[in-house]
């Protein structure tokens, strides 16, 4: 017998960073400063995340390339990673992804790779507590997830083999 199965994924548009509550405009300025440190001379594609802490700090990434192409990383697993690394014990309550084609021009969206989501989800399963996504949109707008599972409905997790 075929099931037919919906996902309903509820996300918050907003026409403008001004409208974001001051915490999470702040994260996303910070996202914007760290695509500034990409490290991108093979594709000039400019990404920064920036990831919140319970205690109010703020990491943040770029992405890194590598003349041998895989082995580079995205901005949201280099700041991921990094915030696991140096805070395991810290709850992320947010994280803010954004992008530029190249140094300058207007931030555009970048929305989290595959890969991204999956490292991102470990987090959060982790944790136990839901990690709110702040993404830069196209034309100035910007869009607000209530937690990382939304961007990666149908699951791998170590539940399948533990
Ligand atoms: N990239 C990110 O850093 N994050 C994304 O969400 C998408 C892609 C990077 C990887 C690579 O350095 C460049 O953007 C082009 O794919």
Known sequence: MVKQLNINIAYEELDNIDELNPTDKNLLIVARKASEKAYAPYSNFFVGAAVLLENGEITSGANQENAAYPSGLCAERTAIFWTGANFPTKKIEAIAVTAKKGPIGDFIM?????????????????????????????????????????????????????
């Open 110 to 162: 970048a929305s989290p790779c595959g890969a991204c989501r999956q490292a991102l989800l470990e987090y959060e399963i982790k944790q136990k507590e839901n990690i709110r996504v702040i993404l830069e949109g196209n034309n100035g707008k910007v869009l607000i997830l209530n937690a990382i599972r939304d961007l990666l409905p149908i699951q791998f997790t170590s539940e399948a083999f533990l």
